[in-house]
């Protein structure tokens, strides 16, 4: 009987969209609120394209470095080429430009996933330890931020919440990886696998043990960090040429805030989200609301539209179109399925 049910994909449900789009709308009402057009015009005309041109820079360099990561947590399960990771990550980059619901964490896997000969289950459990491991440079941060800048009350309580989140995720996964080093090694064979263990939760658990104890785990983490590190100071640079003379450490918490806002997927390219947050992180450092949507909004072009562009070529250089990149879209729910089975 499940085998009937097994190749019907239903349409996907139109909610999430729809949320995310109203989501969106919602947050460019806030933000354009009592914004005066001609005050943030005239701060656009004496911006400094110099350090534009450095913030575009690292922000683009913090994705190559993401690709780089990408390729060390891959390394337990075969020799990965360095340039089909970045290209990978520029793809899905430009995929969530121009979707709703950010699919392009989907797409880069898939890409790799055909050109590396890699299942797809394995691709898409690097892409959850990425997450993971972002959260936990986000949370020390934040919490080194915290003692550091006078954040405001619900800032803190932030901190506090995603500390605990991340400390029981960290907690439960290295329990899980120490419980598979005590029952199968730390290079099980995969007959041993198979016997001990059956399902897809097991499986996903041995990829796990399988990336957490590789040596080239630690260089992943060490890129974990550079990479926000790069986004940093690209969005430090962009303050600077909007004449937003904040220090580095405002440009960490502002980073933080937007990072965290639109960690849940919304409207394409983040619209909306980004500005909220962006807005909501120099309220921070008492910059006045117009400034603070005039740069939102400043930023975001700078920094987005040189990563849609790079993402179009990836895009190009692996092998597809715009329209076989929709139907790769429209149908990854499908193929993450089956590839788990």
Same mark, same amino acid.
């Given at each position: ?29 806030w ?7 001609v005050?943030?015009l ?28 990408w ?6 399960? +075969?020799?990965?080429r ?77 901190? $506090? ?15 899980l990886?120490? $419980? ?31 990336? +957490?104890?590789?040596?080239?785990? $630690? ?15 690209g ?6 040429? $909007?004449?937003?003379?904040l ?9 933080l ?54 993402g ?16 790769q ?13």
């Open positions: 009987m499940s085998i009937l049910f097994q190749d019907i994909n239903p349409p996907p449900s139109r909610i999430p969209r729809l949320v995310g789009y109203g989501l969106a709308l919602v947050c460019l009402v933000v354009l609120h009592d914004f005066h057009i005050k943030a005239h701060e656009i005309a004496g911006v400094n394209w110099r350090w534009v041109a450095v913030g575009v820079a690292f922000d683009v360099l913090s994705y190559a470095v993401q690709g780089a990561r390729k060390l947590l891959l390394s337990p399960f +075969g020799k990965v360095l340039t089909h990771t970045i290209r990978a990550v520029y793809a899905g980059l430009f995929a969530n430009a121009i979707f709703p619901l950010r699919p392009g964490e989907f797409l880069r896997s898939y890409l790799l996933s055909n050109s590396e000969q890699i299942t797809l289950g394995r691709v898409l459990g690097s892409v959850g330890v990425e997450r993971l491991v972002d959260l936990v440079i986000a949370t020390a941060s934040l919490a080194v931020v915290s003692l550091l800048v006078d954040l405001h009350g619900r800032f803190v309580r932030i901190a $506090y919440t995603l500390a605990i989140v991340t400390l029981v995720l960290l907690s439960i996964i290295v329990l990886i120490l $419980y598979l080093e005590m029952k199968l090694g730390s290079n099980p064979a995969p007959e041993v696998v198979s016997r001990r263990f059956s399902g897809r939760f097991m499986g996903a658990l041995v990829a796990l043990h399988a990336m +957490g104890t590789a040596p080239s785990f $630690y260089s992943a983490v060490l890129a974990s960090a550079l990479m926000p590190a790069c986004q940093v100071l969005l430090w640079a962009m303050m600077q040429s $909007y004449g937003l003379h220090s580095l450490m405002a440009a960490v918490v502002v980073l805030v937007i990072n965290l806002g639109v960690s849940l997927p919304n409207a394409p390219a983040n619209v909306g989200s980004y500005q909220f947050f962006c807005v909501v992180g120099l309220s921070v450092f008492q910059v006045e609301k117009t400034t603070a949507t005039g740069f939102s909004f400043f930023a975001f072009l700078a920094l987005t539209l040189p990563i849609v562009l790079l179009f070529v990836a895009l190009l250089r692996s092998g597809m179109s715009l329209h076989s990149m929709r139907e879209v429209a149908g990854i729910p499908g193929k993450v399925s089956s590839s788990s089975a």
